[in-house]
């Protein structure tokens, strides 16, 4: 029974990264540092190389990521290119407004934001998810200033099962408990298996999508008139997150916002 099995040890996995969250969130950013020090070498958790500081970047690579700041497009959050004489909306954003109200992303997704996508995903170095959803705090804060809630990205269970981590979960759990705000992971439901969105146009990842994404049963009077703040690692077409914001809309929701770590920037 190999499938019982990997089950139960990925049951036993989620567990862990449970505990080791709240545990993380619990603390003061430094307090967080230091147990993390403690149980890690100070190494940058892009490159490895040797750092002064227990979990956070080299200077090397803090000063390779693309960090996203205004002027940029109040809708979507991509910075303009040039200089539209104080537009405040972006000509993409008015072409084809998304679902969700504002998006906001720390980094452009270049060298760097990748590899610590990456290891977030798949690596097992969860202490990146508090030093990524750190800094998706301050890109964040307007959002946060203003959420009710925060609901990550869900990954399906066969998915979840196999890689055995939900990375927006685990930014959604820090982002949280680092601003004082409900973080829940159950509301949003994935209840068809997609085919992977890489390497699918547009118009496939849509129609991959339709229907995917539900508000879980009994989710409803948790989303009710509240502006819910959607976290995911990544935003590339916005596929997922329009699909995500259209659903919580659809389960009561007043308002979504989405918070990524990147975000892949149209013409860079
Ligand atoms: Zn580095």
């Avoid at 100070?42 to 960090?67: D, I, M, Q, V, Y």
């Avoid at 998304?98 to 969860?126: C, I, N, Q, S």
């Avoid at 990146?128 to 399906?156: F, K, N, S």
Wanted: glycine letters at 10%.
């Amino acid at each position: 029974m190999a499938l019982a099995r990997d089950t139960d040890e990925a049951k036993v996995e989620a567990g862990r990264l449970q505990r080791w969250l709240q545990a993380a969130r619990a603390m003061p950013g430094a307090a967080a540092r230091h147990m993390v020090g403690l149980v890690y070498p100070p190494t940058c958790a892009a490159c490895s190389a040797a750092t002064g500081e227990p979990h956070g970047l080299c200077a090397t690579c803090w000063g390779s990521l693309s960090f996203i700041s205004r002027p940029y497009c109040e809708r979507l959050g991509t910075p303009f290119a040039l200089d539209l004489g104080g537009a405040l909306i972006s000509p993409a954003a008015m072409a084809d407004p998304p679902v969700f109200e504002r998006a906001r992303a720390v980094a452009g997704y270049d060298d760097t934001a990748r590899t610590l996508v990456h290891k977030l995903k798949y690596g097992d170095r969860m202490e990146l998810a508090v030093t990524m959803g750190g800094m998706m705090l301050l890109a964040g804060r307007e959002l946060l200033a203003e959420a009710d809630l925060i609901v990550p990205v869900p990954l399906h269970r066969f998915r979840l099962w196999r890689r055995r981590f939900n990375q927006a979960a685990a930014l959604a759990q820090v982002i949280g408990g680092r601003a004082g705000i409900t973080v829940d992971c159950d509301a949003l439901r994935r209840v068809k298996r997609t085919r992977p969105q890489v390497g699918l146009s547009r118009n496939e990842r849509a129609e991959n999508l339709q229907g995917a994404l539900r508000v879980a049963d009994g989710a409803r009077p948790r989303l009710e008139g509240k502006r819910v703040l959607l976290i995911d690692d990544v935003l590339t077409t916005g596929s997922t997150a329009n699909a995500s914001a259209r659903a919580l809309l659809r389960g009561g929701a007043k308002a979504v916002d989405l918070l990524v770590f990147t975000r892949v920037i149209p013409g860079a």
